[in-house]
């Protein structure tokens, strides 16, 4: 199995057990039935095509958030000044150790809230 597959599979089996179950939705779709005299093939449907698509949604968030602390992670020190970094021809201020803990703190939080 090569790597971008197993990453792949990786980022689903992540995001499956990181995900939250959207139990107000649920109770929301299965209160209507007996409102709307719908039938409950009907119901099943809309339950599990709702949360086929929250997890796509979480994939997509999840990926952003990957992607924001990978581009945090590519910075090399540039040999010209010790004070600087680069990455893909740009260069910036060194980032310290501390910040680049605030960066990374945020991203996590930021993930555990959504």
Known sequence: M???LRMWWWRIQHA?????????ASFLIVALVPTLNVSWVYVAFILVG???????EHLA????FDDAQEAELGWKD???DPE???KDGLSRVK????????????VDLIRRML
């Open 95 to 106: 980032l310290s150790s501390q910040n680049k803990n605030v960066i990374f703190g945020t």
């Open 84 to 86: 600087s970094e680069e």
């Open 50 to 56: 709702y949360h086929v698509f929250n997890f796509v």
């Open 61 to 64: 968030k999840e990926k952003v």
């Open 16 to 24: 499956a057990h990181t995900i939250r179950f959207p139990w107000r």
């Open 78 to 80: 540039d040999p010209e």
């Open 2 to 4: 090569n790597i971008e």
